[in-house]
């Protein structure tokens, strides 16, 4: 049974790597040198064959960190490694929290080492060379240990009350992690933007003027109550732009980029954030939520049944079944599952941004939107012909030509 599922586990690999490159390959078969007619009015001939060579470089590396990870998952697999630093681990602890905080430490450390250098070449190089990057290696380095920092603190807790609960509650710690992960999911939803952001941005109140006027006129007709309107300075690491949508009732408020502020006339921006307050009327926030909250319950209800069983364990080639060895293994048998309900949420995410689209063109107006979506896409040099497939498994947000399409059937209501 655990050789089965030795061999189960590589052939999932395999699979996740062939997938991932075959919607890669469809991709790229949609890339032209020429203007295509459908994007001319939205890139000149010039911007469109940087928007190009700036998405080949970008997939040249991704193809090339995608296959190291390939390569070095399989050996680690082949060879035993996880059974080696599992034996390493335990000769200098045997206590259950120790040893999974030392096993994922490791793990972890080694993983962000490793794509380091890949992560590096893309912000100082690649983001550099096409005018994006504004990141400082003083910036770098304070976010990569503020990062490691985080990663201590939240996912080393996380994981230390966990195998408390397997300890005390054997299979049933599933439903008391799924409580209190619920309850930690809520807790951040609500106070990131004040406890976690500002350990890497700024956040200033929108300054009174037009703009803000203008928002809060929009928000008020709305029937939207907002009292909180902040600025990032996103700029301190890019020039590209965003807003964004964060908390729940008297924590909720706005974030506008203000590298969004520079390149967008307010008409526009209002328009954008009529369609961060869609998000909120219709509700998506709490639906994807609970969707998310579910998702979990049934992976830490399967994780449950199967955590206990020695063949995860000696299907790694562990001989002594271990909380820590028994989560890799289900998490690398959980895979397609995984790809899977990701498909399916980045299919209902495409979907709420249709509605959101829809609310901010009958709410306010389609035309400033539109113009919002052209300048983000082509100041971000976006690929604006994708492949189905690769949209369909990959896309969170529908592609500019048929958000525009959408948008021009509220024209003239």
Known sequence: MAQTLFYIIIAIIIFDYLFARLTDYLNVSRWSNKLPDNLKGIYDEEKYRTSQDYHKENMRVGLLTSTLSFVLILAFLWFGGFAWLDNWVRQYTEHPIGMALLFFGIIGLASDLLSTPFDIYDTFVIEEKYGFNRTTPKTYITDKLKGWMLAIILGGGLLSLFVWFYSVAGNLFWLYAWIFITGFSVFMAMFYSTLIVPLFNKQTPLEDGELRDAIEEFAQKAGFKLDNIFVIDGSRRSTKANAYFSGLGKKKRIVLFDTLIKEHTSEELVAVLAH??????????????????????????????????????????????????????????????????????????????????????????????????????????????????????????????????????????
């Open 276 to 413: 961060e307050i869609g998000h909120y009327k219709k509700k998506h926030i709490i639906k994807g939520m609970g969707l998310s909250i579910i998702h979990t319950g049934i992976m830490l209800y399967l994780l449950g049944l199967f955590i206990n069983h020695p063949e995860l364990s000696m299907a790694l080639g562990v001989e002594q079944s271990s909380f820590h060895i028994g989560i890799i293994a289900f998490g690398l048998l959980y895979s397609p599952i995984s790809t899977l309900l990701g498909i399916a949420g980045n299919w209902m995410s495409r979907k709420h941004e249709y509605q959101a689209d829809a609310f901010a063109a009958n709410k306010y107006a389609p035309e400033p939107l539109q113009k919002a979506l052209k300048k983000l896409s082509v100041n971000n040099l976006s690929n604006l012909q994708p492949h189905p497939m690769h949209v369909f498994v990959n896309y969170s947000h529908p592609p500019l030509l048929q958000r525009l399409d959408h948008l021009e059937h509220f024209k003239d209501r």
